[in-house]
């Protein structure tokens, strides 16, 4: 249906060359094209821009996860192409702030990543009151290969208190195709998936399974 | 004295030229040349390898502000030519430890970077136990520039508590050169400066003025 969630592959290498032969094969099979934060360290905006060439119609991210200097930071990485950045959750609200204002004078948009952070609950209220509408819940890169910290029901729990703010909620880390059904009636506005369709012998259609078990669960 | 803070040098610039000229005029002047983050984020690792190139003795900082993956993010950064890099304050522990392992195994160092942070005293506690020995106090730039915030009495409690909680601390955010003697007696490892020289008719100078400023409040 029209208001199934969008799927989300992401770029995440420290290289150019491998994430443009990955993007070129999957850029029309999925909604959004992720620049990974690992890929716009190693590479910059060099790496968005070679993106927006190569995919010239897809809805670009570029995970950045800004800290601070929020304007300039939106206003170059909208500049290179990208469509929509994220913002650290830590980042000062007035960082928050300039890069959505950035955002909102030319149709593009931020979210807040909330990898690591703690004090999620009292910091959503002055998210939305600037203006926030979407925000990334991560389980980090580290928390699951490392640490092995799997989706709990007090991830759901969250996921759920946050659209009931009124955000629309990304969701990320270490998301496999039989993980997607524990996500039937959680309102998720964008999956983002990385190397389970990125690993596999046929990455396109693996990216049209995620985007039949999507609709499945929350279609 | 050997014991009086270091001077560090912040590139923030969004692109490499101007950021090269600056690193040219003054490396023989400061301590620590800093890669900026806006300047990470627009050039990549490039930034860091040419700075690299261009001063091939200086001590030089990522100023990454790593969220997630710390490890591959050290490795990277320190491959390509840094001594130092930050980890952003809201990451997860597992990911400021993966970074902290891989600095130890290689003679380099990070630097956990508060800014934004609220819940510092909850963690420097855990970052000790892992092991961390540096940490950036930060006034964000966007909390100076738009929201006026000033260097405050609770700014030079919290510095002091966390020296002596046993880190080293770096400060930076809009320091000048008449703020200097308001650090008397604090225990301050590293000042981060960067439009207060760059901006300046004779940068190099100006340098000098605040290394004499920082000996005669701090040596």
Redesign the interface.
Known sequence: MSDAPLLQLAL?Y?SLPPALAMAQLLHEEVDIIECG??L????????VRTVRHLCPDSLILAD??????????AK??FDAGANWITV?????L??VK?ALEEADSRDCEILV?L?????IG?RAKAWKDIGVRRVVY?R????GN??KRLWEQEDFDLIRQLADTGFKVSVAGGLSLDLIPRFEGVPISVFIIGRAIRETPDPPATARQFKEAIAACCG
């Open positions: 995440d420290v934060t690992p716009c360290a190693a590479e910059g905006l060099n790496a950045y996860k800004v800290p601070d200097v929020g304007g300039l930071s170059i990485a650290i959750g830590c980042a000062p007035i960082t300039e990543e990898t690591g952070l703690q004090d009292e991560h980090g890169w580290d928390e490392v640490d």
